[in-house]
């Protein structure tokens, strides 16, 4: 059923992609992979709240799967619900230790809703150059050095110093 859902979403279906999922989804439930694509034939047929329940369902059965996070995030920032897109994030922090892409990925939902003190908050989890991130996220650019010791805006950071920082691309 699951590979008949695929199909039918290639095919432009999705009301056909639905049925095989939930097919596929009575057999075997809350699979992370399936889960995904189920989500988005839920969504093109404007069954929204199903596919949220069903991505909250996956991820309670599969924490670390990062891609269902980011759907559901995504369909809550896409429908200005940013409380519940937020929970998500710190959700999704929580349940997979200390991975430095999902707390920088918190921190940039922070800085689009305007939350500069959570986003601080959040950086200080981080185990990488604190100043290297602040000064990225707050002003927006990107950061490319070979050389932090010789960078003048860097070299005196005791955070750079003291982890050992040589270069950095951020």
Do not use: W
């Not at 995030?73 to 994030?89: D, G, I, M």
């Amino acid at each position: 059923h699951r590979i008949m859902g695929q199909l039918a979403l290639l095919r432009k279906d999705p009301a056909t992609a639905v049925k095989e999922f939930e097919s596929a989804e009575r057999i075997k439930p809350a699979q992370p992979e399936i889960a995904l694509t189920h989500f988005q034939a839920l969504a093109a047929v404007g069954r929204d709240t199903d596919a949220e329940e069903l991505a909250v369902r996956a991820i309670a059965k599969n924490k670390t799967f990062g891609p269902l996070y980011d759907l559901l995030y995504l369909q809550y920032a896409r429908k200005n619900k940013l409380k519940e897109a937020e929970s998500v994030l710190l959700d999704k922090v929580a349940n997979n230790g200390k991975n430095a892409t999902y707390q920088l990925q918190l921190a940039g939902h922070y800085i689009l809703t305007n939350q500069r003190p959570k986003m601080e908050e959040s950086i200080d989890q981080l185990t990488i150059s604190r100043t290297i991130t602040r000064k990225v996220m707050s002003e927006r650019v990107s950061l490319l050095s070979q050389d932090v010791s010789a960078d003048e805006a860097l070299k005196d950071a005791k955070s750079i110093v003291t982890q050992g920082v040589r270069s950095t691309i951020c």
